[in-house]
């Protein structure tokens, strides 16, 4: 396998962009080595390698650090784009239309989840959870549109999206135990539902996959951490 001794992953295992960087890995084939970050207490490693954001993902590669997991998994396809597929499409188009749904991703669907499950009030949280099904929805037709009519939205294999995408259904499974809610629910997306349950089964994909009842209890720990800073906070301000 390529890669080997020149590529070194620092993550932490219930992070989904770490996952992210993992299923590109996979998915070309890749060999690494993968150091497991306590973010309580970053290492040397990480703070040297992302001293901006201090943060995970970092792939390191040959020595040299490359952060924010969009980035890395650019990189990745540029890097080795003679290791198996490629993730990102030939087209110029096609490339930029892929680019433009996994920022969509990023930057409108996680933010309506976090307000869904970190919302300050049940205000807050309600209306992250309406956001959330419109972005979800939206979703459903991107998938239509890129995909075509095939299993992934990178075509016939997945891609670029489907990374993006992909690393967060471990914490969608969990969300299912932790708080009744079903994102990719069948009835409503189909197709996206459909598309999980797809990539989720992909030989390169399944042992990537975080086990979702150890997400579970992560999710809870940190469940009863934000009850018990909001119940500090209440107690400060009486």
Same mark, same amino acid.
């Given at each position: 396998?390529? %890669? ?26 890749? @060999? ?5 970050? $306590? ?22 590669? %040959? ?13 990745? $396809? ?38 869904? @499950? +970190? ?24 998938? +239509? ?42 009835? +409503? ?11 989720? @089964? ?37």
């Amino acid at each position: 396998m390529a %890669g080997g001794d020149d590529l070194k992953l620092l993550g932490m295992w219930a992070s989904p962009f770490v996952l992210r960087v993992k299923l590109a890995l996979s998915l070309k084939g890749l @060999s690494y080595e993968y150091v497991e970050e $306590d973010l309580g207490n970053k290492s040397e490693l990480l703070l040297k390698s992302n001293p901006v954001h201090k943060a995970v993902p970092v792939l390191i590669h %040959g020595g040299k650090p490359v952060c924010e997991s969009s980035v890395i998994l650019q990189y990745i $396809d540029e890097a080795f784009a003679g290791a198996g597929p490629s993730l990102l499409p030939a087209d110029p188009y096609d490339r930029a239309i892929a680019r433009f749904w996994a920022a969509y991703i990023d930057d409108k669907m996680l933010a309506a989840w976090n307000q869904a @499950s +970190r919302g300050k009030t049940e205000e807050e949280k309600a209306e992250g959870m309406k956001q959330s099904l419109a972005t979800v929805e939206t979703m459903e037709g991107a998938l +239509r549109d890129c995909g075509k009519g095939k299993p992934f939205f990178g075509g016939d294999s997945a891609g670029y999206v489907d990374v993006v995408l992909g690393g967060l259904l471990g914490w969608v499974r969990a969300h299912l135990e932790l708080q009744g809610v079903n994102s990719f629910d069948p009835e +409503r997306t189909p197709l996206l539902a459909a598309w999980a349950e797809r990539f989720w @089964s992909l030989e390169a994909v399944e042992p990537v996959m975080p086990d979702v009842s150890r997400l579970v209890e992560f999710g809870k720990m940190l469940q009863a951490r934000q009850a018990a800073a909001a119940a500090a906070t209440g107690a400060a301000g009486n």
